[in-house]
């Protein structure tokens, strides 16, 4: 009997849908079989058996650390600036209402499930460090928040549905970057301001401390996408491996299991700022978006990897047509390198797993949120129960069930929608 390409569709669907009654059936909170840490051996990551461990990844962005695009806002980007025009729409008592529900609604186990379903295989969690930390008064900081909650209950929903965590620290304090995803003041803090240094590596200890003993746990990414090209290059890189060896050292401290990811200069780019490798667990991690799908563009990594036998990830690449999602998936695949593709789930996208159904009125709510708010009209803003009312369909549209799964996006990282 001969096969044609649609039987083979067919049959990869009809599989994957046997995994997911399976996932739905049978992998309870304790039914997955125990896992082990995963850790670095040459280039490669390995399980403690050494069986290699490909990382398949989708990145959980904006749930955490909430960026403005995926609003479709045009000025309120930084997480303060779109909580800002929020409590200006609806008022503070109810703004932090939607905020709880947002958090909770926008990941839940439905999601964690399904990304399992589909073929992957690790999340990649961005996480901001006000959710981690209740500052005090002369660095008496209390590691307390709704964070330490929501990372625990997705590490149980991971564990259950075997999956990986990878910890991005995608806000530090002060802010690591010096544009709007960091969360800071348009300047990368971090580096300049000794106070916030010393909250940056004792945030990471105690994450460390807390995760210890979770194989769940992949590993941690010590900064997202630091020091950007409109910053001090001269000044700030030299600057940036110092500060991972400070955190990395805070870490085994109290953790000497887990992967640590040191990612490169200018939004994850450049590795021209890192020595020979100071930790025998760790993995060098780059972004790349809208490069070209050939070797060059991988280039610089790979001499970097082959010089100093250490493993690679791109922790961050996509929102592309599906085709180049595909031609740059397969070269990573080509020569051994992870990957995890950004983001799983945005408004009214079709580069996202998962799209959010835009709810009637959201132009007004992008309207107030793409202008500066105090000096609009009010005729031109939605009042507060318009608002609340837009807000509120929202947190519904966030929903798991009420999302479009984008098959060909996720055909085109080799994964099939069950």
């Known amino acids: 009997m001969s096969v044609g390409a649609g039987d083979c569709r067919r049959f990869r669907r009809i599989g994957a849908l046997v995994l997911f009654v399976f996932l739905i059936a049978g992998n309870r909170p304790g039914a997955a079989a125990p896992l082990d840490f995963i850790h670095a051996e040459g280039t490669h990551l390995v399980d403690a058996a050494g069986n290699g461990f490909a990382v398949k990844g989708i990145n959980l962005g904006n749930w955490l650390v909430p960026e403005g695009y995926m609003f479709k806002f045009m000025q309120a980007r930084a997480p303060k600036e779109i909580a800002g025009v929020i409590e200006a729409l609806i008022g503070p008592e109810d703004a932090s209402r939607f905020w709880t529900e947002f958090r909770d609604g926008y990941i839940a186990r439905e999601d964690i499930r399904f990304i399992k379903a589909a073929g992957f ?30 990372l625990d209950r997705l590490v149980e929903w991971c564990r259950e ?11 530090a304090p002060g802010g690591q970057t010096g544009v709007n995803h960091d969360d800071g003041t348009g300047f990368p803090l971090t580096f300049y301001v000794p106070r916030y240094r010393r909250l940056t590596v004792a945030l990471w200890r105690e994450l460390a401390e807390h ?7 992949l590993g941690y990414d010590l900064l997202n996408e630091p020091i950007s090209p409109y ?3 001269d000044y700030l890189n030299p600057r940036l491996e110092p500060l991972y060896r400070e955190i990395v050292a805070a870490i085994r401290s109290v953790d000497s299991k887990h992967v640590v990811l040191l ?8 590795f021209a700022v890192f020595g020979r490798p100071f930790d025998a667990n760790a993995v060098y991690t780059y972004h790349k978006f809208w490069a070209k799908p050939t070797r060059d563009s991988l280039q610089s ?37 992870g990957w995890c593709f950004w983001p799983y789930k945005s408004l009214d996208s079709d580069t996202t797993v998962v799209s959010i159904q835009k709810p009637a009125g959201w132009d007004l709510i992008a309207n107030a949120a793409s202008s500066d708010v105090g000096a609009l009209e009010p005729g031109s803003l939605p009042s507060r129960e318009q608002a609340l009312a837009i807000l509120n369909a929202y947190l519904e549209a966030v929903r798991f069930e009420n999302g479009r799964i984008n098959d060909s996006y996720l055909d085109s990282l080799g994964l099939l929608a069950p």
């Open 161 to 171: 549905f075997d999956l990986r965590v990878i910890i991005d620290l995608h806000a």
């Open 263 to 270: 990612a490169g200069a200018q939004w994850s780019t450049s």
């Open 231 to 233: 910053s001090d290059e």
């Open 301 to 337: 990594y790979l001499n970097f990897s082959n010089r100093w036998n250490v493993p690679l990830l791109i922790g961050e690449t996509g929102e592309m047509t599906d085709i180049w999602n595909e031609r740059f998936r397969r070269l990573h695949e080509q020569f051994g390198i």
């Open 211 to 217: 995760y210890r003993d979770e194989p769940v746990i």
């Open 121 to 150: 295989n690790t999340v990649r969690v961005p996480l901001h460090w006000r959710l981690f930390v209740e500052p005090g008064e002369r660095g008496a900081d209390r590691f307390e928040g709704q964070g330490w909650y929501l």
